[in-house]
């Protein structure tokens, strides 16, 4: 075993996953300005002389800031109008490769309002694609050795964000201050809502959203659907296809017992363990030949060459100002973005707004962020939020607070919700009300 170093940087490596060729990796890094993250290659380092273990290791080297900036701007302003621009390269955080190698996953900027999903870039062209667009909220993700399927780590089926993301169609604009909120309250605490989904390689797509792996079960204590067993990273695929293994933690305290509302199980494992190994046999399967191994160059052309301690870019989206985003079919938003250093404030009021055919919106939302430092990961938002979806003048969806607001706390390190005020998103006949306080 030898460890791996990322010389002169001053900032530490994590979620690392290693390319399909054996030689290159990527990683995930938090800064004080966000988190980034990057692509390099490891090499072997003998006898190291410099900073750093000096035992043999493997370095981090010919590195690539994974940002285009040409292309890294999910919305772009022109004077007074305001453009969305769904080919944008923005790697929140890196979750993997394809198959074969020749594309990065990572959780990206939303295409819709507060919905986290999961995205591909190609990593020569640098051709995006959105794998993922369920309101629920996707994060670890495996592709199997041919590219043909993923399996993800997904809240669909709990419920968990629809709250906030059920409404669908709401163009990214409230996400510049609330999305990273949106990511935090997939969780409460160590207590995990993910559930392995199971997805052709295009992806969701019209009423078309997988299956899940693990949905026989009566759902009782222990059973292989017992939702208090938690799906947690990394799935992953038999190299020929036909097997499907996940790990599951079962839900402990704090997030049970005690003062939360949820009393602890107790587990039906040997030993009373909280941990277990699933696998998943794909019994219609037959084993499938490996594609190549993608060859991946040094240096990605749509990338930014990355020496450690230069100065990274800042995470401004948009500058303040007000401004015009035209439906791509119908009506508009007057959109607000509001502060000085950063924008803390978005504001935005829909008149007769749709980017497809089959619904409009109208209403307002306001979300303000404050942070304060030193805790640069914890975020309060204020939200207001009055919207209406209709379909040939037939209201099907709304998402609206009281009149006082949806007042929350949450920090993305901790991910326990505390929230006052009411944020309520109904679709059809169901209605999605928040998570309770610590639950």
Not at 68 to 82: C, E, W
Not at 148 to 172: C, Y
Not at 288 to 302: A, I, M, N, Q, R
């Amino acid at each position: 075993m030898y460890p791996i170093h990322w010389p002169g940087a001053d900032s530490t490596p994590r979620e690392m996953r290693v390319h399909p060729d054996d030689t290159h990796i990527g990683w995930s890094s938090f800064t004080p300005g966000g988190q980034f993250a990057y692509f390099g290659r490891l090499s072997f380092n003998a006898a190291p002389a410099d900073s750093g273990p000096r035992v043999p290791r493997y370095d981090l080297v010919n590195i690539n800031l994974l940002l285009d900036p040409a292309r890294s701007a999910p919305l772009k302003t022109n004077a007074t109008h305001l453009t969305i621009h769904h080919d944008a390269i923005t790697v929140g955080e890196l979750r993997g490769f394809s198959g074969s190698g020749d594309e990065i996953t990572y959780i990206g900027y939303p295409s819709e309002s507060t919905n986290i999903d999961l995205y591909a870039v190609h990593v020569e062209t640098g051709a995006v694609r959105r794998l993922t667009s369920h309101p629920e909220y996707a994060d670890p993700i495996a592709f199997s050795a041919d590219d043909e399927w993923f399996v993800t780590m997904d809240t669909r089926g709990s419920d968990r964000q629809m709250w906030m993301a059920g409404l669908r169609g709401i163009p990214p604009l409230i996400d510049v201050v609330a999305v990273t909120a949106a990511a935090s309250t997939r969780n409460n605490g160590a207590r995990r809502f993910f559930q392995p989904i199971l997805i052709d390689r295009h992806g969701d797509r019209g009423e078309y959203f997988g299956q899940r792996v693990n949905a026989l079960g009566d759902g009782s204590n222990g059973a292989i659907n017992d939702p208090n067993w938690n799906g947690r990273a990394d799935p992953a695929f038999s190299l020929d296809g036909t097997k499907i293994v996940y790990w599951q933690a079962l839900v402990s305290a704090p997030a049970c017992g005690g003062e939360a509302l949820m009393e602890c199980p107790e587990s039906t494992a040997q030993g009373g363990r909280e941990y277990r190994v699933m696998l998943a046999k794909l019994k219609d399967r037959k084993s499938v030949p490996l594609k190549d191994v993608y060859k991946v160059p040094d240096y990605l052309t749509w990338a930014t060459p990355f020496k450690p301690g230069s100065l990274l870019p800042s995470r401004l989206i948009v500058p303040p100002g007000n401004y015009t985003l035209c439906g791509q079919v119908s009506g508009y938003a007057q959109v607000r973005f509001i502060g000085e250093v950063s924008i803390n404030r978005v504001a935005v009021n829909y008149t007769d707004y749709a980017d497809g055919e089959d619904y409009v919106l109208n209403g307002y939302e306001d979300v303000t962020v404050s942070i304060t430092p030193p805790k640069v990961w914890e975020d309060k938002l204020d939200w207001y939020s009055d919207i209406v979806q209709t379909r040939f003048g037939l209201v099907t969806a709304t998402k609206r607070t009281r009149a006082d607001g949806f007042h929350l706390r949450i920090d993305a390190m901790t991910n326990v919700f505390d929230a006052n005020g009411t944020l309520t998103t109904t679709v059809g006949d169901k209605k999605y009300g928040q998570p309770v306080n610590g639950e």
